[in-house]
T-cell receptor, first 116, second 114 residues
Framework: AQSVSQHNHHVILSEAASLELGCNYSYGGTVNLFWYVQYPGQHLQLLLKYFSGDPLVKGIKGFEAEFIKSKFSFNLRKPSVQWSDTAEYFCAVSGGGGGSNYKLTFGKGTLLTVNP | DADVTQTPRNRITKTGKRIMLECSQTKGHDRMYWYRQDPGLGLRLIYYSFDVKDINKGEISDGYSVSRQAQAKFSLSLESAIPNQTALYFC?????????????FGPGTRLTVT
């Protein structure tokens, strides 16, 4: 069974600080990896995704993530956070390689608070 | 994202009542999903549907049922609501032609069972 572990439950940063949120997954095959963001009172939005190819993927709003297959990790980074990045971030994994791999498994989320 | 809509957005109900949450989508996707979100637990899959005739249980389906009335509509029912079903419920869709399971979420329904 696939699973996702997010190491940090709550991260508090000041504006302009650098961000790295950890995500490790467990799955015995090809994977697709996602980061979703949920701003206060809003629904989940896709931040970035990895399907194949370059393991360093860039998403919206200056976020990026690196897929390290040997470490089963997909950490999210941003060099300089803003107050508007305050949100909850979810890492998710699905099996890759075909439409039958429907299941998207989410981590428990990391709440990011950015203080102005 | 108005492509996936949910009604109602907020609902307070009493223990034992039957309640239906509705989801509609204009994305033309065949696959639809229902999740619940609880603080500290992330999102957990309740039911999913690959098309109108294909409905499957997720990891936490007990106490819930679903109906796929059309490609665009997927309803979640709580036959007899209980307080631990108080949660934020999300509907999502995906397009199997993409291969991967990228999903698009509705705005959510906040359900409180008293």
């Amino acid at each position: 069974a696939q699973s996702v572990s997010q190491h940090n439950h709550h991260v508090i940063l000041s504006e302009a600080a650098s961000l790295e949120l950890g995500c490790n997954y467990s799955y015995g095959g090809t994977v697709n990896l996602f980061w979703y963001v949920q701003y206060p009172g809003q629904h989940l939005q896709l931040l970035l995704k990895y399907f194949s190819g370059d393991p360093l993927v860039k998403g919206i709003k200056g976020f990026e993530a690196e897929f390290i297959k040997s470490k089963f990790s997909f950490n999210l980074r941003k060099p300089s956070v803003q107050w508007s990045d305050t949100a909850e971030y979810f890492c998710a994994v699905s099996g890759g390689g075909g439409g039958s791999n429907y299941k998207l498994t989410f981590g428990k989320g990391t709440l990011l608070t950015v203080n102005p | 994202d108005a492509d996936v809509t949910q009604t109602p957005r907020n609902r307070i109900t009493k223990t034992g009542k039957r309640i239906m949450l509705e989801c509609s989508q204009t994305k033309g996707h065949d696959r639809m999903y229902w999740y619940r979100q609880d603080p500290g637990l992330g999102l957990r899959l309740i039911y999913y549907s690959f098309d109108v005739k294909d409905i499957n249980k997720g990891e936490i389906s007990d106490g819930y049922s679903v109906s796929r009335q059309a490609q665009a509509k997927f309803s979640l029912s709580l036959e007899s609501a209980i307080p631990n079903q108080t949660a934020l419920y999300f509907c999502a869709t995906s397009d199997p032609r993409t291969g991967a399971a990228e999903q698009y979420f509705g705005p959510g329904t906040r359900l409180t069972v008293t």
